[in-house]
């Protein structure tokens, strides 16, 4: 990146010879991205991260506001999983008063029933959106199956696929979402990095305002840096996703059997019988919730943080129906490509004092 | 920026301790912004560039998208200039049917008249746009009267004001201004960075949707490198743009007096008689239109470069009544805080030698 922020400074469609290079770098670019979904080159459109792709996809393809154009609201039925981050429920909501948005539901497994969706499908279903992996649970959905039953009935499937780079590999002509979001920094690509695979044909509306750019769909100057930073490290990721994936696997039940052992009172893994990210375990343990808020702030694990509105992950675990006394002693724990093993043992060894402390006092 | 890549890669809001720095480093960022425009810190909002800062303020202002409700589509008047950023004008088009959006034309000196907005504004106007420079002509615009008489009528200015930061001091309380958009890579900021002023008290609502942040109109994860870059460089700009200006000026004039007096037929300076930023000149050359082309891609200067679209510098000569065979032989020169005596002598000869070979064939 650094070589764009002070030599090539120019953007793609300036006048000078240099803007050349600087448009067949960003084109490098988004064949990485491109490689990293397992898709064309000209079917990715960059964007500021992944709540802005998750706002384009859902907004792009449902309500036509193109530049000059007064919005036409349109009509239809949506619908959304429970599991959704906020980027894409809250947009599903702000689509207006003429659509109706309907939710489908987790079960405990933390997995989407295909057949659920098929019975939710109508005539007039105009998209369902359905993420890939849950960064709380880790559980991975069906997308193939869901896909399937969509498009029998000629709807589009968006897929907020954020969480699940760099910790298995995605190929979208597998899974058959229509549209896909990606965000930079849950790859170790910088932040304020994102894009949006859009299927081939597909037409989507800009959701912001401003000179054409990304095809049209996306106003404002080129981030150029960040995108050949997102670039880099959605080749890498593409590449690394397999192997990075069993790594990540045999620390994560490294972490889980450590936790299990140490611990009496058996803490337990949420959704353990479902199909889930390899980096990601959701804990729930045996001890006082104030003394798991505390090992976490030491571990950069993630416990609940507020019930009002309910974070992410106290929603995530609503879901799988946890009661608030369940969700206050649980802990979410994702691993990464410089996690060791002496940092998993060492984690281990921090619950187990943690909990111990309370199981004495 | 460097560290907030890689050592310091969280969140603000999150649970590690380590969090908490990332977030008092934000803040003098935001200090940073805020001593650039001459506000108070709690007055700024990270955007992701200046058409996301435009975006913001002409529908955060004038639409009620709250997360999680519909759109409220409001009704009322709107004026913009015909000089600004296609980001400002789009937004506005793009308010919905219920609204009427009126234009403030601009005369031949590309200086609007204070006494026409007060006669185009009515009890019904809800929103004025107004840019403070013209990155093509180089205009100031006397955003103070404009918006004492917005403010007489209670009717709040927003000032896209991208152009004119590094280049003249920019005052808020001054101005009068009730937002303001700022864009990084303006004045040697990152790309992918903007902010939003907005007067303490004026209400907005967020354009994107997804989890609450900055202040809650701003949704996605921090981008918390480009932020730190922005409140860097804005701090820079705010103490250095005076005497930048008085460098700039030197250097502009050498170079308009350098092509003047290289060239025979007299080029003329557009609106050399109306207050402009230091850096900026607009030339009409007595030349071949493919030549000053050609010069302008050696230079890195602008030239018009398509007509339909008409592009940002087209739009703004056509505003000041040039006819199309004046804008083919236009060039747009910004010069900045690198350029040399040795580089603006060196353009005027390369200027020099293409009208020349005109001349002769």
């Known amino acids: 990146m650094q070589s764009y922020w002070s030599t090539h400074f120019l953007l793609p469609g300036q006048v000078h010879s240099q803007a050349q290079a600087v448009s067949e770098a960003l084109e490098g670019a988004r064949e990485g991205v491109a490689s990293l979904v397992g898709c064309e080159p ?46 894409v429920l809250s947009a599903a909501a702000g689509l207006g008063a003429s659509w109706e948005v309907e939710t489908i539901t987790c079960p405990p497994s933390g997995v989407i029933d295909p057949d659920q969706v098929r019975e939710l499908l109508r005539p007039e279903t105009r998209l369902v959106c359905v993420q890939l992996a849950s960064p709380v649970l880790g559980t991975i959905q069906p997308i193939r199956e869901i896909a399937d039953a969509c498009h029998n009935l000629g709807v589009p499937l968006h897929c907020d696929a954020t969480q699940a780079f760099g910790k298995m590999p995605v190929d979208v002509m597998r899974l058959r979402a229509d549209t896909l979001a990606v965000s930079g920094h849950k790859f170790y690509g910088p932040k304020g990095s994102g894009a ?9 509306s800009p959701i912001a305002f401003g000179e054409p750019r990304e095809m049209g769909l996306r106003p404002g100057a080129e981030n150029v840096p960040a995108w050949i930073g997102l670039g880099a490290a959605a080749s890498l990721s593409a590449k690394c996703a397999e192997e990075a994936s069993t790594t990540l696997l045999s620390l994560r039940e490294r972490f889980s059997k450590g936790v299990i052992d140490s611990l009496k009172g058996e803490p337990s893994v949420l959704c353990s019988d479902s199909p889930r990210l390899s980096n990601t375990v959701a804990l729930e343990l045996p001890c006082n919730a104030r003394q798991v808020q505390r090992a976490a702030r030491q571990l950069v694990f993630t416990a609940p943080l507020s019930d009002a509105p309910p974070d992410e992950m106290t929603r995530a675990l609503r879901v799988i129906g946890r009661t608030e006394s369940q969700i206050a002693r649980t802990i979410c724990v994702s691993l990464g490509w410089t996690s060791s093993q002496e940092q998993v043992d060492r984690a281990v060894e921090l619950l187990a004092d943690a909990c111990e402390v309370v199981a004495v006092s």
């Open 42 to 87: 000209f079917e990715i459109v960059f964007t500021g991260g992944g709540t802005e792709a998750n706002n384009l996809a859902v907004h792009g393809l449902l309500l036509n506001r193109e530049s000059g154009r007064q919005p036409s609201q349109g009509t239809g039925h949506v619908l959304v999983s429970d599991l959704e981050h906020d980027s």
């Open 196 to 204: 949006v695979y859009i299927r081939r044909g597909l037409q989507l």
